[in-house]
C-alpha cells in the first residue's frame, strides 16, 4: 500500500489569492493578517500574494470562481466572518457560503483554505482571528499549502 500526502512545503513558485471580506473588517483583517504570516513563515514572498476584497461572506463564492477559472492561482484563502444576529440571515449565509466555496474548489480543482468564522458572537470570531483559538485565517492558509503539494503528487 502507497500512503501519499501533502506536506507543508511549496517545491515551486505558485500564486495565491487571499478573498477577504470587508464585512467585520475587524475581525477579518486579523485573519489576512495571520494567513500572510503563515505563507511567508513557508516560502512565500508577499509579490506571490493577491489580497483581494470583496463586500461580504456572499460574495466571497463568486470572487473564488472567477479566480479559480481564471487558472493564475493555484490556491485560494477565503476570509470572513458571519456572526449570527437575532434574523435568520446567519442560517442562510453560513451554510450557503461554505457549501458555494466547497463547490468552487471542486468544480475547478483549486484548493481553497476555508477561513470564513461562522461564530454566535464578536468575542468568538475575535479568540478565532488571532487570540485564545490561535488564527483561523493562518490555519486556512496552512491548509492551501498542503492542498498544492498533495494535489501534485495525485
Do not use: W
Not at 474548489?105 to 468564522?117: A, D, M, Q, T
Not at 492558509?141 to 492542498?147: R, Y
Request: hydrophobic letters at 50%; proline letters at 4%; glycine letters at 10%.
Amino acid at each position: 500500500m502507497s500512503h501519499i500526502e501533502g506536506y507543508l512545503k511549496l517545491a515551486e513558485p505558485v500564486r495565491i489569492a487571499i478573498l477577504a471580506s470587508r464585512c467585520n473588517h475587524f475581525v477579518v483583517d486579523s485573519l489576512v493578517a495571520g494567513a500572510m504570516d503563515a505563507l511567508k513563515r513557508h516560502g512565500l514572498s508577499e509579490s506571490a500574494v493577491d489580497l483581494i476584497h470583496v463586500p461580504g461572506a456572499f460574495e466571497l463564492p463568486l470572487a473564488a470562481d472567477v479566480i479559480a477559472a481564471n487558472r493564475k492561482h493555484q490556491g485560494i484563502v477565503a476570509l470572513g466572518a458571519i456572526v449570527r444576529g437575532e434574523t435568520p440571515h446567519f442560517e442562510y449565509l453560513a451554510g450557503s457560503c461554505v457549501q458555494s466555496l466547497q463547490a468552487v474548489s471542486v468544480k475547478h480543482g483549486v484548493p481553497i483554505g476555508l477561513g470564513v468564522l461562522t461564530v454566535n458572537t464578536v468575542p468568538q470570531a475575535i479568540e478565532r482571528s488571532g487570540a485564545k483559538a490561535g488564527n483561523k485565517g493562518a490555519e486556512a492558509a496552512l491548509a492551501v499549502i498542503e492542498m498544492i503539494d498533495l494535489l501534485k503528487k495525485l
